[in-house]
């Protein structure tokens, strides 16, 4: 039987059905979607909050070159929406993994912690399921650190790491927690994010592919900021976290690559880079570097040039005015870490690499296609550079 006809005409009659004859049980269907705010207000003795803060905007600085280029990501008006941060204390609330999910006990997704990069909400795969698990219970106090994404770089250290400092902001002590629930344990930076946080490794549990958590009491904290965004107070937060205070004025050149990687590897980079180093700049790949690491020599850098990729995470760590230039292709062009640099006070500016033919079939937001730079963003690079650098 073709699983796309199974998904498309059987699956959603099922969960219909599941809906109609399970209901609310720990095991049955999601019911529907509602907001956290909403909810809470109508299930008063199950639900209630521990800090809300107040939606807020911001006024971001256009990148350096956007009068040239002038591409609709980085228009003001997508930046920073109204976005309040909150922590939420659920009795019973199920979590389910590895897109992070929340769910009521009267069965209902809470949509504004719960996300899923496929779409948002109706199509998060809590939503498509038909039966759970038996739910794994955690008794006590349980902290969500966990986000969808969240074995990606960029999503850690964005998105799950600075939960805790909602928990800071709202005054709730670690020493009421009993634990954890976090994307993963595995990953190097993980362990040390989560060593740094004092958080103790017996305490957590991992949102794994499968994993189907009860817990008595859940304090399910927001995002930090609208996804793909970032707050001042999150950059630092990270600061704080991994730099080690330092006198040294930042001097360092820093071309950022994607040496390996599957995709956004810039095919002429070779080009591109004998013309960076005649200006000072080195290579930078992390490797095996830790978080504290890679964060002492972005603390160093003057300027960072590379294309779209989690190692530009960080400029979170740069100084104040720093330069940030980063390349994309024509097809893909994220404004995450214009955000992260307006968050961190630094100067950026972008490149469009050239489209082919071949290119141009692809569906648009495709993330895996290389970038080839080109003559006249080549061009735009030399006279970025040579103003911006001039005045740092």
Not at 22 to 40: D, F, H, N
């Amino acid at each position: 039987m073709p699983t796309g006809w199974f998904k498309r005409e059987i699956r959603p009659w099922l969960i219909a059905l599941a809906r109609r004859r399970v209901g609310s049980t720990r095991r049955g269907p999601v019911q529907t979607m509602v907001w956290t705010t909403p909810w809470i207000q109508s299930h008063p003795q199950e639900g209630r909050f521990l800090l809300r803060e107040k939606p807020r905007r911001a006024n971001t600085a256009r990148p350096l070159n956007q009068a040239t280029r002038n591409h609709p990501a980085f228009e003001a008006k997508n930046f920073q929406q109204g976005w309040g941060t909150f922590i939420a204390e659920i009795q019973g609330a199920f979590v389910t993994g590895p897109s992070v999910g929340v769910i009521t006990p009267n069965r209902q997704l809470l949509t504004d912690v719960s996300f899923e990069f496929s779409g948002w909400p109706q199509s998060h795969s809590a939503m498509r399921r038909v039966i759970f698990p038996k739910p794994t219970f955690l008794k006590g106090t349980w902290v969500l650190l966990a986000t969808t994404g969240g074995d990606s770089y960029y999503h850690h250290m964005v998105e799950s790491a600075p939960r805790m400092e909602l928990l800071r902001r709202a005054g709730l002590s670690q020493k009421k927690v009993d634990g954890w629930i976090v994307n993963g344990t595995g990953l190097p930076y993980q362990k040390e994010t989560w060593q740094r946080l004092g958080l103790d490794a017996k305490k957590i549990r991992t949102l794994t592919d499968g994993a189907y958590y009860q817990c008595e009491r859940l304090w399910t904290p927001s995002l930090p900021s609208a996804p793909g965004c970032m707050w001042p107070e999150t950059a630092g937060f990270l600061k704080k976290l991994f730099v080690s205070p330092s006198k040294r004025k930042p001097h360092r050149l820093l071309y950022v690559p994607r040496q390996g990687l599957p995709s956004r590897q810039l095919l002429d980079e070779k080009r591109v880079f004998e013309y960076l180093r005649t200006l000072g700049f080195e290579i930078f790949s992390p490797g095996k570097m830790t978080v504290a690491e890679q964060a002492r020599i972005f603390a160093e850098a003057r300027a960072v040039v590379g294309p779209h990729g989690g190692a530009m995470t960080n400029v979170v760590f740069t100084n104040p005015g720093a330069l940030v230039i980063e390349f994309f292709h024509p097809r893909y062009v994220n404004p995450c870490y214009w955000r992260v640099a307006w968050a961190n006070r630094c100067r950026y500016a972008y490149l469009l690499g050239e489209a082919n033919s071949a290119d141009l079939r692809a569906s648009p937001g495709d993330a895996t296609g290389h970038i080839r730079l080109g003559d006249a963003a080549l061009e735009e690079l030399k006279k970025v550079l040579g103003r911006q650098l001039a005045q740092s």
